[in-house]
């Protein structure tokens, strides 16, 4: 019995002693209860859509004042034909295109019914699919508005894009490909390189002839290599096990999920630096990289539907802008013309971390 009770005192004084993991274990229940609260949202904000008009006419400014009002909607303006939806909607800048056929009060004061057609982007089928059953809803009180009124009689046509069949694997997997290279990148590289300072021989290599940065790439480089084996695997998997499309560039799309997978092992560096065991260090990766890739990066739940501080706070995990990268050339077709600003957020991100690791191993080394 006293053996066991001076057991427990020598752990309880270990943990006390290891701050850094102490604060981590009492924060990170926290910091899950936070996050999966706000975070988990079955409903749809925030839809942006955009209309065609070819004959704007009293009845499609009343259609539209009806968006306008309606606090789900958000207007972003007016395309000219079909072709620009298309180019709008793989951009990202809108969700939702309502498209009114030409002459639409003049068909409707004839006495002939109106067409007007509804285009949801379903490349998240869940989401597409409430945003396309709250425009409806629009159109059609408006249709049995107008029927009392005059009788006339309104038609909505409904049309998906990107993912017509509603495969929910084509919603996840660009999301996992982002948490499987999260895993192999940070975690692993953060759980390395704090393997070597348990064992003394980080010390050796820091009073070596190598630069701090020359350090940095020579720890980066061969998960780097990894990552990228991980990377084809995950995407032959898609395409041949899931059937994911992939409509865009694949070279594109290996090339973002290098620059995704160098600022995922930036961030594993910088966190093996920051920390003096691999206990600490795995615990960190898991609360800094797994856990915003799983909550905060549309991986799952759409963003538009958090609170706007969750919204701010995922602008910077690395994962929100992957997984619209690898969403957008697979599923969309999407090029660079387009997905040039996340290319770049992603690039300074990695310069940033991989400065600030070089850094944290130079004061290190001093």
Not at 99 to 118: D, N
Not at 143 to 172: C, D, K, M, W, Y
Request: charged share 15%; with cysteine.
């Amino acid at each position: 019995m006293n053996a066991l009770l001076g057991l427990l005192r020598k752990e309880c004084l270990h943990i006390l002693r290891d701050r850094r993991t102490l604060v981590v274990l009492v924060m990170l229940p926290i910091v899950q209860v936070i996050l999966f609260g706000f975070a988990i949202r079955t409903d749809v904000q925030d839809v942006k859509v955009v209309f065609v008009e070819p004959s704007p006419d009293a009845v499609t400014q009343a259609i539209r004042n009806r968006f306008a009002g309606n606090s789900v909607f958000t207007v972003v303006g007016t395309a000219r034909d079909i072709a620009d939806v298309d180019r709008i909607m793989a951009a990202g800048s809108a969700q939702v295109a309502v498209i009114f056929e030409s002459g639409l009060a003049g068909r409707l004061a004839g006495g002939l019914p109106g067409r007007i057609q509804i285009v949801a982007d379903a490349a998240e089928p869940n989401s597409g699919t409430a945003r396309q059953s709250y425009a409806s809803a629009v159109i059609d009180g408006y249709a049995r508005e107008a029927a009392v009124l005059s009788g006339i009689q309104i038609v909505p046509q409904v049309r998906v894009r990107f993912n017509p069949t509603a495969e929910s694997a084509n919603l996840f997997v660009p999301g996992l490909m982002a948490m499987v290279l999260t895993i192999t990148a940070a975690l692993m590289t953060a759980l390395s390189l704090t393997r070597e300072k348990e064992t003394g021989t980080m010390e050796t290599l820091l009073v070596s002839p190598l630069r701090p940065w020359q350090i940095v790439i020579g720890k980066v480089a061969p998960y780097l290599v990894i990552g990228l084996i991980s990377l084809l695997a995950v995407v032959i998997e898609a395409r041949l096990i899931f059937h994911v499309p992939l409509v865009g560039s694949f070279i594109l799309l290996v090339a973002e999920g290098l620059l995704f997978i160098l600022v995922s092992l930036s961030l594993g560096i910088l966190i093996s630096a920051r920390t003096a065991s691999q206990r600490v260090a795995m615990m960190a990766a898991l609360v800094g990289t797994m856990l915003p890739t799983l909550m905060l990066s549309g991986f799952i739940f759409p963003l538009e539907s958090m609170p706007k501080v969750l919204q701010w706070v995922s602008l910077v995990v690395p994962a929100r802008w992957f997984v619209a990268i690898a969403r957008g050339i697979m599923l969309k077709g999407t090029g660079l013309t387009y997905l040039w600003p996340e290319t770049l957020i992603l690039l300074g991100m990695a310069i940033v971390l991989l400065t600030l690791s070089a850094r944290s191993f130079r004061v290190r080394l001093e």
